[in-house]
């Protein structure tokens, strides 16, 4: 299967979005997403189908699309959301102004009879009419387009009552007796029609006028919700210098190449991803981890692209470009989370599929019901235009996505990134937290604190075949021993994840690894102590030659961070590989009293499965290749930005600076989110089932109707927008 991004151009509403997805969907073997607040799409097919299909399909629906440029590219954004279509922002506020000022007039005119002099109404429908004709032809267009495919949208109840209005008072203008000289009109906050005299000029003007504000609201709020994203995108730079022959050389970013040397002088921004070959500096990561001190790097430290260089000069060999930078793929987090759906927006698209002709034959039933009931057509068309206009359904279809946007984009201002809606589902229920130790409550630098040879063995030997062995490792014990000696070839080497390597270093056959492991292994191992951390156990040649200890700190906000991850509802557990008395020790420092340790990779997927089993919901947070396993299990995982590709793969959320801290903040955010979506959805719904009947028992005037129907839209997108103002 390929996956192809699309950007969908002259979407209006919800209902808009689940056409073109529907339609989508129905060439053989495709699976498709289509989200309205984006305006974007997202398209699994098959290998025998295209993207020209792809755009052809949406053409026929009545739609535009185009291939959208890849995640952390320069974004070609103007500020306005839309394609420079009749919905975008642009089109809509210069609709607005004109018809706001034709429409003022009208209204209050049709308002106040005081000021009705002599043959008003005709100066009334000379103001009225352009607005109706070309203030609403946005919507009029769409209502077209989608009559033509045999559908009805938002635009077909816009245009229907707005134009319904118009048609009425041009009869009662020409036909009736609304035309004679002297004619009055009253404002009433009921409907009240009085027979042919009735026109509705002032519905017709402001109730386009109403939508087009909450339609250029609606794309104005889009615009900022995703600003996070935008911004995040805007952060890389566009040229570098680049070192060829010992000279520097300025290129575009995008003639950077793998391995090639760069120079970062105080105050830049470093180009990409690479590691410091040369010089020493203290970086400021703020910008993409949230973390304010700025971090001291020195030749073989790794930097991350975009981030600033605050004081001396660099030399960088760059290790990622493009789209495998880090800024890049979260960029990329960022969007395919504000693409997806939760399973409360898919029941809200699909609400919206059967709402709208729903209303169509309601309001219908409504004029015939009342003109039935003995009532006036002028009371039957009122009540009649009054449900059209209400029922819009703009509200239900905004409420998840632009809450889903602001809050993403909040997270990845705050150095979370959440991979889709369906975790901010997951956190409301979470339980149970799983913390890995080292790398998670602890710094995972570690460090080597004792070196112990048998008798016999020189600790120089000792140190030799334990660093050569562990520098193919990852693992951050190994890591601390490979500093031990400058490695020598290995042959055979052999990762046994969880337990230690093996390997041939100078011909001597070697293991390096737990001490239970070695027993297993043939090895007679002399009991160790474990008071200066974890001790692994070095042997070659079938016998135990020493055992080398090392230990790491635990961070400073780890214990805090517990204690907040309780006051959310949530029993932490420490899981780790480590030995019993370092483990309880840490666990003891922080405050978690259940500590499970000595585990090994596959041990941490039971226990993982164990709690579930129990009917827990578990959240788990590691950084390591050994907890991917048990990332990819849990009902929430929580990978460290600091820690490995792999697990950050297994993992719903990433915490980019590696703080266990921000994985309360990410729980927090997630669920404040989730709460925003529920408040919207409520509002969206009780506004529609108290809002309808009101309208088809003639409680409502059309007039109040268009302006309740736009404040409902406007005030969804603005609570969402209340998210941005979110305190880590």
């Known amino acids: 299967m390929t996956t192809h991004k699309l950007d969908i151009g002259g979407m209006t509403c919800t209902s808009c979005a689940m056409r073109v997805e529907k339609k989508l969907n129905k060439i053989e073997g495709v699976t498709a997403t289509v989200n309205y607040a984006t305006e974007k799409a997202t398209v699994e097919t098959p290998a ?119 048609l009425w008072s041009l009869w009662a203008l020409f036909i009736g007796n609304a035309g004679e000289t002297g004619m009055k009109m009253r404002f009433s906050f009921l409907p009240a029609g009085a027979g042919h005299d009735e026109i509705y000029l002032e519905v017709a003007a402001a109730v386009t006028v109403f939508i087009l504000a909450g339609h250029y609201l609606e794309a104005n709020a889009k615009t900022q919700s995703s600003a996070a994203l935008h911004a995040l995108m805007d952060l890389g730079v566009r040229d570098v210098a680049v070192l060829r022959n010992g000279a520097e050389t300025l290129i575009p970013l995008a003639d950077l190449h793998e391995d090639d040397q760069f120079v970062v002088r105080p105050g830049e921004k470093i180009a990409t991803d690479g590691v410091v070959e040369d010089g020493a500096s203290s970086i400021d990561e703020s910008m993409l981890t949230g973390e304010s001190v700025p971090v001291e790097v020195a030749e073989g430290d790794h930097v991350t692209g975009a981030t600033v260089n605050q004081s001396g000069r660099l030399v960088v060999r760059a290790t990622a470009v493009g789209a495998d930078t880090q800024l890049a793929q979260m960029a990329r987090l960022v969007e395919e989370a504000q693409e997806g759906k939760a399973d409360v927006q898919r029941l809200a698209d699909r609400i919206s599929a059967w709402f709208v002709p729903a209303v169509i034959l309601l309001s219908l039933a409504t004029l015939i019901a009342w003109y039935a009931g003995g009532y006036t057509w002028s009371d039957a068309f009122t009540a009649a235009v009054a449900v059209l206009i209400i029922a819009c359904p703009c509200a239900l279809g905004l409420a998840t996505p632009t809450a889903l946007m602001v809050g993403t984009g909040r997270g990845a201002q705050l150095g979370i990134l959440i991979k889709g809606p369906q975790v901010l589902e997951s956190t409301r229920t979470v339980n149970t937290i799983v913390l890995d130790k080292t790398g998670t409550v602890t710094t995972g630098r570690m460090g080597v604190t004792a070196i112990r040879a048998a008798d016999g063995v020189s600790e120089d030997d000792l140190r030799q075949v334990a660093a050569s062995l562990e520098h193919a490792s990852e693992h951050p014990i190994a890591r601390a021993i490979a500093t031990l000696a400058d490695p020598v070839s290995v042959e055979d080497f052999t990762n046994h994840a969880g337990f230690g390597v093996s390997g041939t270093v100078g011909g001597r056959a070697a293991l390096v690894g737990r001490p239970a492991w070695l027993a297993e292994q043939g090895i007679s191992v002399p009991p160790m102590t474990s008071a200066d951390g974890t001790t692994v156990g070095v042997a070659w040649d079938g016998a135990f030659r020493g055992s080398i200890s090392v230990a790491d700190s635990v961070k400073p906000t780890s214990a805090a961070a517990v204690r907040q991850l309780r006051n959310l509802g949530l029993e932490p557990i420490l899981l780790t590989g480590d030995n019993r008395a370092v483990a309880e020790t840490v666990g003891a420092e922080v405050g978690i009293q259940r500590v499970i340790a000595d585990v090994t990779p596959a041990d941490k997927l039971r226990v993982v499965q164990e709690l579930q089993s129990e009917g827990r919901v578990v959240a788990m947070v590691g950084d390591g290749v050994n907890d991917a396993a048990a ?98």
């Open 631 to 728: 990332l990819a299990a849990s009902d929430l995982g929580i990978a460290m930005g600091t820690g490995t590709d792999v697990a950050i793969q297994a993992s719903d959320l990433t915490l980019v600076k590696g703080d266990l801290a921000t994985a309360v903040d990410a729980v927090r955010l997630s669920r404040a989110t989730l709460r925003t979506i529920k408040g919207n959805l409520f509002w969206a719904f009780a506004y529609n089932v108290a809002a309808i009947p009101l309208a088809a028992l003639g409680y409502l005037n059309p007039l109040i109707a268009g302006a309740t129907m736009a404040f409902s839209s406007v005030f969804v997108v603005t609570n969402s927008l209340r998210l941005r103002r979110f305190k880590a």
């Open 48 to 166: 025998n189908v295209d993207v020209q299909t792809l755009i052809d399909t949406v053409a026929k629906t009545g739609y535009s699309a185009s291939v959208r440029p890849p995640a952390g590219s320069a974004p070609s954004h103007d500020g306005h959301s839309g394609h420079g279509d009749l919905h975008g922002a642009a089109s809509m506020l210069r609709r607005l102004r004109v018809s706001a000022a034709l429409a003022v007039p009208v209204v209050i005119l049709s308002m106040v009879p005081a000021l009705q002099f002599d043959n008003w109404q005709w100066l009334a429908l000379a103001l009225a009419s352009p607005v109706v004709v070309w203030g609403a032809y946005p919507f009029h267009r769409a209502a077209w387009v989608n009559a033509r495919h045999r559908a009805a949208t938002m635009d077909t109840l816009v245009s229907v009552g707005v134009g319904a209005a118009w």
